[in-house]
């Protein structure tokens, strides 16, 4: 909602004079740096700081409101990533809300296995071991259990619901090699946020991550760096920061400009410099 508004301020949009929003406002809400205006999207934010609860989680196992959060929400059986947001407070659910993105951050350091899901929890490579094994994962009978629950330090205690073929046994002999230098501890287990160097959390990070939406501009620093005239730069249809220079002149002149400017970039040799570059 509240972007909605600063939408419509952006724009000059209001009841007695209607402005259409030109380009979309999660292009808007981007970085600089991609192409964006900067303006914080409110509800990724929002989101972001909603993750930090899980850090604080983490960092504060014996506070009187981790030990409630436990009991009432069973968030230590075996870790709050595996809590249900189902019947909750209107808090908690968006507690549950903001950890669907930040698992994508969360990797987990081994000590005594007690918190961490052999199979679902990302501990070892860049994914779960559920998905680098997902043939074994399908058919074992353990999924859900901790490490503690199927390692012991030499035995690797999993069964299958059927006998497994010469692939699936490679597989099994994979997971065992990996499964050979894990050493258990007598300490918690720890949550490391791999989208930062020291391994702690921080929204800024989160945020960059959510707002970012995996795509990159294409030759945007290349653009203003080639010898063409100014009026293909602008204009240049790769350039993200064309919809807003578009926008700018339809906010100060009105659509006869735009009509213009395209009847001048047509008649440039656009296409000629285009394929001088490439």
């Not at 436990?70 to 230590?76: G, M, R, S």
């Not at 970012?212 to 030759?219: N, Q, R, S, T």
């Not at 993200?240 to 040799?269: D, Q």
Request: overall charge neutral; proline content about 3%; glycine content about 6%.
């Amino acid at each position: 909602m509240i972007n909605s508004h600063m939408g419509r301020f952006l724009w000059n949009n209001n009841k007695d004079h209607h402005r259409y929003h030109l380009v979309h406002w999660q292009l808007v809400a981007q970085q600089k740096e991609l192409g964006g205006l900067g303006i914080p999207d409110l509800r990724n934010l929002n989101l972001s700081l909603l993750g930090s609860w899980i850090f604080r989680y983490g960092l504060n196992r014996d506070a009187i409101w981790t030990k409630i959060t436990d009991y009432k929400y069973k968030t230590d059986k075996p870790n709050i990533c595996c809590s249900l947001g189902s019947q909750v407070s209107p808090f908690w659910k968006g507690v549950t809300w903001a950890l669907q993105a930040a698992k994508m951050g969360i990797i987990w350091k081994v000590e005594d296995g007690k918190m961490i899901t052999f199979w679902e929890d990302h501990w070892f490579g860049n994914s779960n071991l559920a998905t680098q094994f997902w043939p074994l994962y399908v058919i074992c009978e353990q999924q859900g259990e901790t490490i503690s629950q199927v390692w012991d330090g030499e035995t690797l205690m999993l069964s299958f619901t059927r006998s497994v073929g010469e692939n699936l046994m490679n597989m099994w002999f994979d997971l065992l090699g990996i499964m050979e230098e894990v050493s258990l501890s007598n300490e918690a287990d720890q949550i490391i946020w791999s989208f930062s160097f020291t391994g702690n959390f921080s929204v800024q990070s989160l945020y960059a991550v959510i707002n970012h939406h995996g795509a990159k501009p294409v030759f945007v620093h290349a653009v203003w760096k080639l010898k063409i005239p100014p009026r293909v730069q602008i204009f240049y249809g790769c350039c993200p920061r064309t919809n807003y220079l578009l926008a700018i002149i339809w906010l100060k002149e009105g659509m006869w400009m735009i009509r213009l400017v395209f009847s001048v970039l047509i008649l440039s040799p656009f296409i000629i410099c285009f394929l001088t570059v490439v």
